[in-house]
């Protein structure tokens, strides 16, 4: 099982990004998927993550209105439109995913790490002001 995420780069601040992550090895169509980053000397932080449907999504507040989470279903793939992008952005943006749950009842745990099995191996966004 891999997921594969890549679109990352070296942009200027405002300026937008798309995320994508790829999944292989299995289904992960009635899974929650999520996007984390790890900025330089920090802990890793939840940024977004997705229900099955795509109809539930939840966000970390300081990229509510910025970043859109979504997914294909049929292509195993998660997104994250990445728009007016800051300094403070700049981070390795991890995929993963929590094949025990197609959504969550409560918001927070979407940003629990231990509930995600799957990660991927992360890509770098840089954002210069």
């Known amino acids: 099982v891999q997921l594969q995420a890549c679109g990352g780069g070296l942009v200027q601040a405002g300026a937008s990004l798309r995320l994508s992550c790829a999944a292989s090895g299995r289904t992960f169509s009635n899974s929650v998927m999520g996007w984390f980053r790890q900025a330089p000397g920090k802990e890793r932080e939840f940024v977004a993550a997705i229900g099955w449907t795509g109809g539930m999504s939840y966000y970390a507040d300081s990229v509510k209105g910025r970043l859109t989470i979504s997914r294909d279903n049929p292509k195993n793939t998660v997104y994250l439109q990445m728009n007016s992008l800051k300094p403070e952005d700049t981070a390795v943006y991890y995929c993963?995913?929590?094949?025990?749950?197609?959504?969550?009842?409560?918001?927070?745990?979407?940003?629990?790490?231990?509930?995600?099995?799957?990660w991927g191996q992360g890509t770098q966004v840089t954002v210069s002001s």
């Open positions: 993963a995913a929590d094949p025990s749950a197609s959504s969550y009842s409560r918001n927070n745990y979407a940003s629990q790490q231990y509930r995600y099995y799957y």
